[in-house]
């Protein structure tokens, strides 16, 4: 079961350096926000089975709900604060 | 219990790659929103459930429910907000003639 865990977190770390793309090289600054957002909710799954290969859920299930928790507030204040004053798209 | 626990799992990864590869392919801002919004939220809230039923009855998988719930609730509300704001913002939308 441990090779099944390592497969999958070799593919998920293959699949988030494609919205890398959208954050470098976005036309507007809202896409590279999109693109931060997407990279996060992936990091989620990938921490939690860096955390069943360990053998320390306990540990690592705290820093998962905490980072889900940065990474809706961060999203959110950015978007109120681009449309208040941000740049012209 | 553990082929299910492979089968959510594999489900999940699939709906992530296929909301990745939306977010490069996709046109207009508001066509990557979609992406986003739906796609990823679904792989990962069937990643999530293989993962915490792989781990059995313990308190920790009720955590990870927790963080499958609180995801499911609060990534569509992001990606909304994201494109209300870009929206009122003035970005125009993507058309096939080329008028907005």
Request: net charge positive; hydrophobic share 55%.
């Amino acid at each position: 079961m441990n090779h099944f865990f390592t497969i999958t977190a070799i593919i998920l770390s293959i699949v988030m350096v494609l919205p890398f793309y959208r954050l470098v090289v976005g036309p507007t600054v809202f896409d590279r926000m999109l693109g931060a957002g997407a990279i996060g909710s992936k990091t989620l799954v990938l921490l939690t089975i860096v955390g069943m290969l360990y053998g320390r859920v306990e540990m690592f299930i705290d820093i998962v709900i905490a980072y889900s928790l940065l990474n809706f507030i961060g999203v959110l204040a950015a978007a109120k604060y681009l449309e208040k004053k941000g740049i012209e798209p | 219990m553990n082929i299910l626990a492979v089968i959510l799992i594999i489900g999940g990864v699939f709906f992530l790659t296929v909301g990745s590869l939306g977010v490069i392919r996709l046109p207009d801002f508001y066509s990557r929103t979609h992406a986003v919004g739906k796609s990823d939220t679904l792989g990962l809230l069937l990643a999530m459930a293989g993962l915490a039923i792989y781990h059995g009855w313990h308190i920790d998988s009720l955590k990870i429910l927790l963080v499958a719930v609180f995801v499911g609730l609060s990534n569509p509300t992001a990606s909304h907000a994201l494109a209300r704001a870009a929206l009122r913002k003035g970005l125009a939308p993507w058309t096939r003639g080329g008028r907005t």
